[in-house]
């Protein structure tokens, strides 16, 4: 199993960025599926995630809510961030999780900085 994450980067306050997270070993569409950061000197903060199957329900974070929007592509077996209206707040490390009764894989995560 891997979950390779990519898309990270610098960017200006109020910014976008799109990170995407390619899976192998598993099949997205039938997981639950979560993106997790972590703030430079803190700890884990849950983003945002999605459900298995094809309903695509999703929930986010109340600190990102109506500025990123998480998704997938059943075909590429890819799961993405969308991130609009960057904050110096979002300044994290971003990792993407399975959900299987807790996060049981990860990838190592991609850095995201947003610069005042």
């Known amino acids: 199993v891997y979950l390779v994450e990519s898309g990270g980067g610098l960017v200006q306050t109020g910014g976008s960025l799109t990170l995407s997270c390619k899976v192998s070993?598993?099949?997205?569409?039938?997981?639950?599926m979560s993106w997790v950061r972590q703030a430079p000197g803190k700890g884990l903060e849950w983003v945002s995630d999605?459900?298995?199957?094809?309903?695509?329900?999703?929930d986010y974070a109340d600190s990102v809510k109506g500025r990123f929007t998480i998704s997938r592509d059943r075909v590429k077996n890819t799961l993405y961030l969308q991130m609009n209206s960057l904050k110096p707040e979002d300044t994290a490390v971003y990792y993407c999780?399975?959900?299987?009764?807790?996060?049981?894989?990860w990838g190592k995560g991609t850095l995201v900085t947003v610069s005042s």
């Open positions: 070993g598993f099949t997205v569409s039938r997981h639950d």
């Open positions: 999780a399975r959900w299987d009764g807790g996060m049981d894989y």
């Open positions: 999605i459900n298995s199957g094809n309903s695509d329900v999703t």
